[in-house]
């Protein structure tokens, strides 16, 4: 079950938005496919309870510290996701700042991937 975001949280994701590009769900597997990281960024037992295929799991608060480990070359496509889409986006924002150049968000996240791909 997703977390309840506060107005604050809110906020903060829709200015991320403003900075990343998001990609729509149907569009993920033929990203995957042509070479993109899937990452997960919600906590381990959300992502226990179902993920994409393929997605590699990164808690947003362990992005910082573990991501040069999962993904090293920063101009690798990367896409990230959450339940809802907020928390995808102020991670590929905060990869932006890290100097990844190829980042995008999941347009509604998990709920929406699974609407496109049933």
Known sequence: MSPKHTDEFLRAAAEARSRISEVEP???TRLVADGAV?????????????HIDGALLCSRDQLE???????????????C?????????????TLQQLGYDQ???VVG???????ANP
């Open 26 to 28: 149907a569009e993920v």
């Open 38 to 50: 899937l990452i997960d960024v919600r906590e381990r037992d959300e992502y226990e309870t179902g």
């Open 65 to 79: 510290d573990a991501i040069s480990a999962l993904v090293p070359d920063k101009h690798t496509p990367i896409i």
């Open 81 to 93: 996701y959450c339940g809802g889409g907020n928390r995808g986006a102020l991670a590929a924002d």
């Open 103 to 105: 980042v995008h968000s």
């Open 109 to 115: 996240g998990l709920r929406q991937y699974r609407k």
